[in-house]
């Protein structure tokens, strides 16, 4: 699912494939989280990286089966929002969860856009979120041709696994930065 998010990345009309790298996490350091612009897929037991970030974060994803319930954590929950969404593997309702988080770098002068998923099929929603021109485009529609600046957002979602694949993405919680 990382490599195919990758690949629609790279065919965004907004890529400038000249700035444009693919490197595994563990190439990555951490003067690239300070001055880089970043898209990283995956989870905090996958990437370590994103436990640098995820103090930063809204929906932290917490998916160490030692350490308990796999949830995603929500820190500063709105009106009719949970504080915690538990994730099961054995949900007979094959109900998944995925975040979304696009955020300053760890210096300021860049940005990270974060695509995690407690499982393949949860990180690929995501990343079909982002790309399908329409499903993130709909949610930040109040600021297409709006010269004022992107804001930085995260995006909690649901999906539907079954059979390893990850279907209808619905939006539970929106968080927009100040």
């Known amino acids: 699912s990382d490599l195919e998010f990758a690949v629609k990345v790279t065919h965004l009309p907004e890529t ?97 856009l974060l695509v995690q998923g407690f499982s393949l099929a949860g990180t690929q929603a995501a990343g079909e979120f982002v790309t399908s021109g329409k499903d993130l485009d709909a949610i930040l529609y109040a600021y297409a041709g709006n010269r004022s600046k992107l804001p930085h957002f995260e995006i909690l979602l649901s999906t539907t696994e079954i059979n390893g694949m990850a279907a209808h993405p619905t939006p539970l919680a929106l968080h927009i930065s100040p």
């Open 16 to 112: 400038i494939m000249e700035r444009t790298v693919i490197r595994y996490a563990r190439d990555l350091n951490l003067k690239d989280l300070k001055e880089s612009n970043l898209i990283m897929a995956g989870s905090q037991e996958a990437d370590p990286w994103l436990s640098t970030i995820s103090g930063k974060m809204s929906f932290v994803v917490h998916d160490d089966p030692s350490a308990g319930p796999l949830r995603v954590e929500n820190k500063s929950p709105q009106k009719g929002e949970l504080r915690d969404y538990t994730y099961d593997f054995h949900n007979p309702q094959h109900k998944g969860l995925a975040t979304i988080a696009f955020l300053p770098n760890l210096s300021g002068n860049g940005n990270l």
